[in-house]
């Protein structure tokens, strides 16, 4: 496959060029945290700090001997709960699932483990694909072809 046989997806405004590139595995990472942490000891001293959250800090899902921090914690309406602690304390809670992130290696073995199909889609992305972006278009096409190969509905808005 060349790089070429993409311009057509680009012509008929379903793709865009972009300056940087993004791996597959950098952007499932950054847009699906939670799914991607190492893990950390349930007696951190961060886990002691914040044991008034509710719902904060859950079972990793790579070790269930570890917690993770739960989906919540990257969504926006935990910032107005962490606004009543120190700087210092949301420092230390923000560094410690920093460090518990796996590495783009790391989220490519994983995800290729679960699910051996997707081996070469990582490929394919990172030699070919990783420069384009979807527009709107593309994401419509996209979550058509989706619903026509799961059967399943998917609101567009959350891709666009």
């Excluded at 000891?41 to 001997?65: A, E, I, M, T, W």
């Excluded at 290696?105 to 420069?131: C, H, K, T």
Aim: net charge neutral; charged share 15%; aromatic share 12%.
């Amino acid at each position: 496959m060349k790089s070429g046989q993409y311009f057509h997806l680009e012509a008929c405004g379903c793709v865009r060029q972009t300056i940087w590139a993004t791996g597959l595995a950098q952007l499932l990472g950054s847009t699906h945290r939670y799914l991607f942490s190492r893990g950390f000891p349930k007696q951190h001293n961060v886990c002691y700090l914040f044991r008034d959250v509710k719902g904060l800090f859950v079972p990793c899902l790579h070790n269930s001997s570890l917690l993770q921090p739960s989906e919540s914690y990257f969504g926006s309406a935990l910032y107005s709960v962490l606004g009543e602690y120190d700087i210092g304390s949301r420092g230390s809670l923000n560094a410690l699932v920093t460090d518990s992130a796996m590495g783009d290696g790391e989220i490519d073995r994983v995800v290729s483990a679960l699910q051996p199909w997707m081996r070469p889609v990582f490929d394919l992305w990172d030699v070919y694909l990783q420069n384009y972006m979807l527009t709107p278009v593309g994401a419509a096409i996209a979550v058509c072809n989706i619903k026509r190969l799961t059967g399943r509905e998917y609101d567009l808005a959350l891709f666009v």
